[in-house]
């Protein structure tokens, strides 16, 4: 998985409670994206961020706020979970060289709002 | 919303035979990518095909693009077991220059050995 780590790999919780999902790299890439997964939408782009503390939305942003306080560390937070928020969430990396216009994924985060 | 749109959505084949998949998208792009993602795990890159290409191969993989009717086919040649995944095509219109990749809905590859 590209040097992406995500944690948790797995979270239950309830809703009206926060929520942070880490995403972790450790080879120095400038971009890192935010994506959930849901059955019959593919891949969505929550947020990205192109810098340390330079970040944007993406399609589905509402709900959603992240942090990028160092290179290697991209976090999302969901304020107050929504069962809507029930997902997997995956990180990506932008690739470098020549595969600059490639996206590297970590494993995902299966995150369940009861 | 800008996404594509993959037909069809699932597809069953033997070992051995080929496979095609195909990917619908509504903008104008400045290249059009396939990912694969093996059940459980994020998804990979296959190959990138750019605006004013047509066709591209890597291994047993051919990809031809068609801007003129926004659409692009995946051709995986002699599949094999290993193969069985979910495709996802997806697509840079470069309008923020952030790679932002706009994912299509996936089809779900089975290959029975």
């Known amino acids: 998985d590209a040097g992406i780590t995500q944690s948790p790999r797995h979270k239950v919780t309830e809703t009206g409670t926060p929520v942070t999902l880490r995403c972790h790299q450790t080879e120095n890439h400038r971009y890192m994206y935010w994506y959930r997964q849901d059955p019959g939408h593919g891949l969505r782009l929550i947020h990205y961020?192109?810098?340390?503390?330079?970040?944007d939305k993406g399609e589905v942003s509402d709900g959603y706020s992240v942090s990028r306080s160092k290179t290697e560390d991209f976090l999302l937070t969901l304020e107050s979970a929504t069962s809507s928020q029930t997902s997997v969430y995956f990180c990506?990396?932008?690739?470098?060289?020549?595969?600059?216009?490639?996206?590297?994924f970590g494993p995902g985060t299966r995150l369940t709002v009861l | 919303s800008q996404q594509g749109e993959e037909d069809p959505q699932a597809l069953s084949i033997q070992e051995g035979e080929n496979a095609t998949m195909n990917c619908s998208y509504k903008?104008?792009?400045?290249?059009l990518q396939w990912y694969r993602q093996n059940s459980g795990r994020g998804l990979v890159h296959l190959i990138l095909?750019?605006?004013?290409?047509r066709e591209k191969h890597s291994g047993r993989l051919r990809v031809t693009l068609d801007t003129s009717k926004k659409s692009s086919s995946l051709l995986i040649t002699a599949s094999r077991a290993a193969d069985t995944a979910s495709y996802f095509c997806?697509?840079?219109?470069?309008?923020?220059?952030?790679?932002?990749?706009?994912f299509g809905t996936g089809t779900r590859l089975t290959v029975i050995p």
């Open positions: 961020s192109y810098g340390v503390k330079d970040t």
């Open positions: 903008t104008s792009i400045n290249n």
């Open positions: 997806a697509t840079d219109t470069f309008k923020t220059g952030a790679n932002n990749l706009f």
């Open positions: 095909i750019r605006s004013n290409e």
């Open positions: 990506a990396i932008r690739g470098q060289g020549s595969s600059y216009n490639e996206q590297f």
